[in-house]
């Protein structure tokens, strides 16, 4: 087995372990492994791990990758921070996109999605942590901007996303996983049309078992997979 190869089943082990400390049931909980700056050849040394799910943020590298790997064993997910000049490639390419924060980009991905008849998946990135630097619609506008994505049948809402200020202690960032999933738990009692609150994107290298404790459906793990990445 290559290195890369080891690391994913390593990183697996742990969602496993995390899922059962906690009571959840592993299938529950879906891994992305980031491959953002990972060259190609490096990211089929992992294998072919069918329904293997890879995470981009940038459009034209993801391009380049999916148009190489294909997207018969292979599926990708958006993870950036997305240009509005750019959604225009996102139909068909990316099953999921995690990282939706304002309405004006909801409406571009809609409109886009229906001229090709498509629907596309998305996520609500919400800044938990109210850092300033962070991307993210603040808690207290979400169901606003929910409300506002009611009428758009090109997009389908499925749930929330969030990435906490790293803190190399990954219990420093429980408070802002707990935060997410309440923040979940109100829109869902809310009930807003067209919209499901199934997914939670939370969580990666240094954090990925504290956010499935804390109720993670997606981790998003790329250093602990592929190792370090150069600087870009
Ligand atoms: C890079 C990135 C990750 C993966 O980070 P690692 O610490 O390498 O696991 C996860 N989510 C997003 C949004 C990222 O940009």
Redesign the pocket.
Known sequence: MSLIADNLAIVKERMTQAARKSGRDPNAVRL?A?T?TVPIERIAEAGEVDGFVF?E?KIQEAQDKIAALGTESYHWHF??HLQRNKVKYIPGLFELI??VDNSELAEDIHRHSLKHDLVTPVLIQVNVSGEASKSGVAPSDLEELLEMLVSLSGISVRGL?T?PP?DPDPEKSRRHFAALRKLRDRMQSVNIENITMDEL?MG???D?EVAIEEGATWV???????G??DAH
């Open positions: 992305v980031v953002k995470g943020n993870i950036g995690h990282s996303m990435i790293f994107s990666m290298s240094n990925f998003r793990v790329g250093t602990a997979i592929f370090a990445r």
